[in-house]
């Protein structure tokens, strides 16, 4: 069929839709609902799509659209749930099971009939973290039931007046209703309210005299205070007390009217440094290896059982920072200090990686030199892997890879790779060339040819087809939650299998090999020259598009649009 998608952003799920809507045969279109209406329907228009999908949407259809074409609508909430918090409420109310609901459009808001629905588990996490993860995993399975029972033509979707169903408005979720009370508000509330509006909005508050948004939360167990209190800091994040324990705030964001020039998400510790210049917190280092006892947060931890290490991280949006890359390469050189035959490298969930830290940068005095400091840390912490001939390194993807994070990846011996994950192995939408070792990276997996459409087109990729390409050596089809077991157990199998000395040696003999015939420290130079003209090109694209992404303002052309411009993290 042929299909237009139109969302408010070309977001995590707007590009799993379009990826596996894509594998399923069917011909997909893009445009933006920011454009506007009159874009819609140009879009509509041009495209004369059979079936009209908004896979996130924050503003209403134009109802001549929706009067003249079927338009399904992806709501991240049980049948009968409507308002634009729903997943909010979800968090906040501790909801074990919640819902996402694939309705027709219609004048009221989630009112439609419906044409299919799928339950998910709600665990402790951070709003966008669910989001990306079981919502993610649960709307597009409601969407592929929805196109089917479309395409078959016999089914009759299920009106909102039926009796089994339960109709309940929520309304908007305000910062009235996030604020922090740190005289009353136990660990547990404060953590809840935090995971709520980890990414978006963020919790109003007041530190150092000024209101900011709190970005995250996470538990510590030893370190108290006078609440609200800030106690430490560690990896960018700072501590702060509650009234019975602590918690850490991985990113705050300035308002926009307080006159900081960077009002935008970034290392909570950073902000405060910017403010206060003088603030002296004291550093509150964890373990790379991290006792089982310990309820802390870290953002890089290692373990080990037997002969396989899992070197874990995870990172905030997936962005990696210059202090970031650093500590994760000092993480990687000591976990090659360990007597192991097998290392995996992932996050228990959520994002692998996205590359360097653009909103670092953004802030930064001098954004052209930050990038390149932050693409060279990018580019040592891959070579490292790249140059590993001891063991084998597995890459294991428990969600999203974006440009340089998918080059991280591609660095390993063979990348595993959660069912509902999305890969983007290309540069081009932020105006940039790519380094990471791409160019020897990317062919040696999929070929020039393919490498080349690849990092042209700039497309997401499913699990499935990045498998199918080769990016992705092994598919691991668990839930979210059932990914770090299987991935265990996998890794186990790995290291004790029969012929594990033999692929070591060989892994050794053909990286030596290859080194021969084209030393890597070409490959870098070469790269890096090409990023090094654009970092330092005021007129360069990138700069404009960095910008636009971090700042959130429209950056494309209002041309007609196949796949909408901009990052497609």
Known sequence: MDILLVASAFNSLSQRVYAELSDLGHRVDVVLASQGDDRIRAAVHEVRPELVIAPMLRTALPEDVWRAHTCLIVHPGPPGDRGPSSLDWAVAERAPQWGVTVLQAEAAMDAGAIWAAEPFPVPAVGKSDLYRNEVSDAAVAAVRTAVRRYAEGAYKPRPQTDASISVVWRDAFRQERRRIDWQRDDTETVLRKLRGADSQPGVRDELLGREVFLHGGHPEDRLRGRPGELLARRAGGVCRATRDGAIWIPELRPRKNSGDPAPFRRPAASVLAAWEPGLELPESEAPLELPADRHTWTDIRYRQHGDTGFLGFSFPGGAMSTDQCRRLLAAYQYALSRPTRVLVLGGARDFFSNGIHLNVIEAAADPAQESWINLDAMDDLVEAVLRTTDRLVVAALAGNAAAGGAMLALAADEVWCRTGAVLNPHYRRMGLYGSEFWTYSLPRRVGPEHGHRLT??????????????????????????????????????????????????????????????????????????????????????????????????????????????????
């Open 456 to 569: 042209t087109e700039a497309l997401p990729l499913s699990a499935a087809s990045a498998e199918r390409l080769g990016l992705v050596d092994r598919l691991v089809p668990a839930t979210t939650g059932g990914f770090p077991a299987r991935v265990e157990r996998l890794a186990a199998e790995l290291a004790a299998a029969p012929g594990l000395d033999r692929r070591i040696a060989d892994k050794a003999a053909a990286r030596a090999a290859d080194e021969r015939e084209r030393p890597l420290a070409a490959y870098r130079e070469a790269e890096l020259a090409r990023m090094h003209a654009i970092f330092f090109d005021p007129r360069a694209s990138y700069h404009a598009l960095r910008s636009a992404f971090v700042r959130k303002t429209p950056s494309g052309s209002a041309r007609p649009l196949t796949m909408p411009e901009g990052d497609l993290r």
